[in-house]
């Protein structure tokens, strides 16, 4: 069993940065893919980046490119989500999840997830 806890969100001005970080609990959290998917009210939850075991690939929502960064630290067990220039529509709450067989856009592919964390970016 793998247990996700994420923490980092709060309110943010637009054009603000924000770090997510997610602490894992079991120590093979190296063999797993990692995810950051997020949703905002009345939305369905939607991929954001995600890194594969190694750290070596990353696959980021293209709303996302060349704002937020996904990286990873397995000697502690977690993965982090840095966003920068933020902007209003990114107001969602963010998961964490971990895959066992990759690091894909499908959350349907993850089978472990976090409670969540809140995003609000004010204009």
């Known amino acids: 069993q793998v247990q996700l806890v994420e923490s980092g969100g709060g309110l943010v001005q637009a054009g603000g940065s924000l770090r997510l970080s997610c602490a894992a609990s079991?120590?093979?959290?190296?063999?797993?893919?990692m995810g950051w998917f997020r949703q905002a009210p009345e939305k369905e939850r939607e991929f954001v980046a995600a890194?594969?075991?190694?750290?070596?690939?990353?696959n980021y929502a293209d709303s996302v490119k060349g704002r937020f960064t996904i990286s990873r630290y397995n000697a502690k067990n977690t993965v982090s989500l840095q966003m920068s220039s933020l902007i209003a529509d990114v107001t969602a709450v963010y998961y964490c999840?971990?895959?066992?067989?990759?690091?894909?856009?499908?959350?349907?592919?993850?089978?472990?997830w976090g409670q969540g964390t809140q995003v609000t970016v004010s204009s």
């Open positions: 079991r120590r093979i959290f190296s063999s797993y893919g």
């Open positions: 890194i594969s075991w190694t750290g070596c690939t990353r």
């Open positions: 999840a971990a895959d066992r067989s990759g690091w894909g856009r499908n959350s349907g592919d993850y089978g472990y």
